[in-house]
Each structure stands twice: as structure tokens, then as C-alpha cells.
């Protein structure tokens, strides 16, 4: 899987592949939100802020998954 590394306090890459969201925060935890349109993940590549775009336009309006953690 392939992930971007991005500017942000709190998410460290994101990634797209198959419909699904993947969003890894710098806490090793890696989430696949599932059935994101393409056109958002676009969005939040070029937002100047990843946080306030996950927790206004992801959060909470697709379904999710965790995927691992580094302490697992």
C-alpha cells in the first residue's frame, strides 16, 4: 500500500486504494474508512489543514476500520 506523508501535527501519511481511505496518525495507528469518493481524498491531499478537513468531511460520515497499531 502506498502513503503519502503529509504536514500535520497529529496524521503522519494517507493513502487511497480501492474506494478506501487509509489515514495513518503519528501515533502508529492506521484507519481504512471505506467508500470515499475519490474527489475527497484529492481534497484532503491539497487541504492546507488535515486535521480540520478529517474532522469535518471524513469523522464520523464513513464507516471505518483499524487496521494495526505499532503496539499491537
Known sequence: MN???VTSSNIKRIGYTENNLLVEYRSGVLYKYKDVPSELYEEFLESESK????NSKIKGKFEFEKITNKED
Do not use: A, D
Not at 486535521?51 to 478529517?54: A, E, I, N, P, V
Open 51 to 54: 486535521g480540520k478537513y478529517m
Open 3 to 5: 502513503l503519502t506523508e
